[in-house]
Structure formats: structure tokens, C-alpha cells
Nanobody, 119 residues
């Protein structure tokens, strides 16, 4: 089993910054893609940013130029640096990891962390 523990959410004023972290632990041989998703009230969960184990990144258009995803493979941790936050960034943010263990690949999700941006 694998656990993903997120941290770093909170309340911030528009224009401010937050840094989210997500650490994976448990039965892990390697972690393939890692990503951050968010879900606002009444909306579907959406991809915010993703990163391969080689460091290639992908961002939603709405966050390009403001958010940066990175990872530390030695710590099985993914980060999301969020700058120039807007009220529309308010959501619960979830991390996801595509984990390999023996011949199995499984997606795991974190419990979510609330990000609230006030205007």
C-alpha cells in the first residue's frame, strides 16, 4: 500500500503565494508520473500540473506562468509552487502518483488540501 501525504494549503490573499508538498511512502519501486489536481465546489476535478519521472512538465492553461511543479525523486515528493494566486484558484488540491511495485502500476491519491484565495 502507498500513502500520499499533502501539506502546505491555507488561506492567502490574491496575489500571494503558497507551496504545496506531497510525499509518497509505502510499497514503492518507482514513481512514474506525479501530478496535482484541484476540485472547486460544484465543479469537476481538473488537472493543474503534471511531471514525469524525467522532469517533463505539463500545465493547465489557467496556471501557466504562475504555478511551477517539481519533484525530488530521492524523497518521493512532488511540489507545487503557486504564485500570483487568484480567487478562482480556490479549491481542494489533490496530488496523484502513478506507482510501480513489482509488475503492477497503480494510481494513488492524496487526501486533499484546501487552498483559499481571498479577493
Amino acid at each position: 500500500q502507498v500513502q500520499l501525504v499533502e501539506s502546505g494549503g491555507g488561506l492567502v490573499q490574491a496575489g500571494g503565494s503558497l507551496r504545496l508538498s506531497c510525499a509518497a511512502s509505502g510499497s514503492i519501486f518507482s514513481i512514474n508520473d506525479m501530478g496535482w489536481y484541484r476540485q472547486a465546489p460544484g465543479k469537476q476535478r481538473e488537472l493543474v500540473a503534471a511531471i514525469t519521472n524525467g522532469g517533463r512538465t505539463n500545465y493547465a492553461d489557467s496556471v501557466k506562468g504562475r504555478f511551477t511543479i517539481s519533484r525530488d525523486n530521492s524523497k518521493n515528493t512532488v511540489y507545487l509552487q503557486m504564485n500570483s494566486l487568484k480567487p478562482e484558484d480556490t479549491a481542494v488540491y489533490y496530488c496523484k502518483a502513478d506507482v510501480s511495485y513489482w509488475s503492477r502500476r497503480t494510481d494513488y491519491w492524496g487526501q486533499g488540501t484546501q487552498v483559499t484565495v481571498s479577493s
